[in-house]
């Protein structure tokens, strides 16, 4: 389905782009779930785990790039590149910028045998984390449209971004996955975790509603690189201004905010499980 009351985009080059991440979605996913509930990626170094990450996190960006559909138009790697830099850009600047907020706020932690890491956020994951955003990218577009085929329009714009951050919740906080990743309150991540992921999403949704697409799903309107990449940029920024002000305004009423805190393989007082060798 395209066009207007469609879940894909009426741009027939960024609808191809969509249904590629929605059916890849079940590709990542799967391997994720295999190594991460069974436990096998506990006894990988850092060359298994950026081989993985890359695999699977670079697939998504790249191969909607590379590989063109057929019967696409001459425009389809533009809006391919555009779409994918805007996940790349998303996956690493998050990685870099919101995973302090995660261990010091929320009181993630995790458990990964790795020394390849940025203040103690394993590297692979900022690969990894590019096909869970190519996930929620396509199915952020899919709900805001399908929401707005009922008359939502207005409620799309947070119904949206808070469901994909749920999700986001969900897929990765599970008792089967302690000695890898775990939060002290899962209660808090449920709600205000939740809450505070759910700003990524809500800044991002316009660029990805507008990229390449008319208002409405109408005639679609080429967007220049250099504007996705200055709008990402912006986003980003809303973001660390948001965590910001939640960190030293709101959280200290919900939780104990803790100053540069660890987050990884800090088994001490933290509900993550020590290995099991």
């Known amino acids: 389905m395209s066009g207007?009351?469609?879940?894909?985009?009426?741009?027939?080059?960024?609808?191809?782009?969509?249904?590629?991440?929605?059916?890849?979605?079940?590709v990542w996913?799967?391997?994720?779930?295999?190594?991460?509930v069974t436990g096998v990626i506990e006894g990988w170094g850092d060359v298994a785990c950026m081989v993985f990450g890359a695999v699977f996190g670079l697939s998504a960006v790249v191969i909607p790039v590379v590989w063109k559909p057929a019967g696409s138009s001459q425009t389809y790697r533009a809006t391919a590149l555009k779409m994918s830099l805007s996940v790349v850009i998303l996956s690493f600047g998050l990685n870099y910028l919101q995973t302090p907020y995660f261990f010091d706020v929320l009181h993630m932690h995790y458990g990964f045998n790795t020394t390849i890491n940025?203040?103690?956020?394993p590297v692979f994951l900022?690969?990894?984390?590019?096909?869970?955003?190519?996930?929620?990218?396509?199915?952020?577009?899919v709900t805001v449209r399908w929401l707005r085929a009922r008359g939502m329009r207005a409620a799309a714009w947070i119904v949206a971004p808070?469901?994909?951050?749920?999700?986001?919740?969900i897929l990765n906080a599970n008792p089967f996955m302690t000695r890898l990743f775990c939060y002290d309150d899962m209660a808090l991540m449920m709600w205000f975790g939740t809450l505070s992921y759910s700003l990524s999403f809500i800044f991002v949704l316009p660029v990805w509603v507008s990229m390449d697409?008319?208002?409405?799903?109408?005639?679609?309107?080429?967007?220049p690189l250099w504007k996705v990449s200055a709008q990402m940029a912006l986003v980003l920024g809303a973001v660390v201004v948001c965590l910001i002000l939640l960190r030293e305004f709101v959280a200290p009423h919900f939780t104990d905010v803790v100053d540069n805190a660890v987050g990884l393989r800090?088994?001490?007082?933290?509900?993550?499980e020590p290995p099991a060798h």
Do not use: H, Q
């Open 4 to 26: 207007a009351g469609g879940v894909f985009s009426g741009n027939p080059d960024k609808a191809a782009v969509e249904r590629f991440w929605v059916a890849y979605t079940p």
């Open 29 to 36: 996913g799967v391997a994720a779930a295999i190594v991460m």
């Open 118 to 121: 940025v203040e103690n956020n």
């Open 126 to 141: 900022y690969f990894l984390t590019c096909a869970y955003f190519s996930t929620y990218c396509a199915l952020s577009l």
């Open 162 to 169: 808070i469901s994909m951050a749920f999700l986001e919740t």
């Open 213 to 223: 697409e008319g208002s409405e799903g109408g005639a679609s309107e080429a967007t």
């Open 266 to 272: 800090d088994y001490a007082d933290s509900c993550l």
